[in-house]
């Protein structure tokens, strides 16, 4: 995993709905926050995901859907 809690990510813009990263699939719910920088606050070692302040934990995201 790139990153850890409290870093700063950029959510990538070419997503594809319908589609697995890693190990997490990108809902078409997702599609609002492509393009948005947050902050990470929790890092889920097991699943190899992040949760993102940006949609109040609601969703998993991984490396690969990440820019930075």
């Known amino acids: ?3 850890k809690k409290g870093d700063t990510v950029t959510i990538r ?3 594809k709905g ?3 990263y890693g190990t997490c699939l990108f ?3 997702m ?3 492509t393009g948005y920088t947050t902050e990470i606050i929790h890092v889920n070692e097991e699943m190899e995901s992040y949760l993102l302040v940006i949609d109040e934990e609601m969703f998993s995201w991984t490396d690969e859907m990440l820019e930075n």
Request: hydrophobic share 35%; glycine share 6%; net charge negative.
């Open 31 to 33: 599609y609002e926050f």
């Open 27 to 29: 809902s078409f719910d």
């Open 13 to 15: 813009k070419d997503l």
């Open 1 to 3: 995993m790139k990153h």
């Open 18 to 20: 319908g589609t697995i």
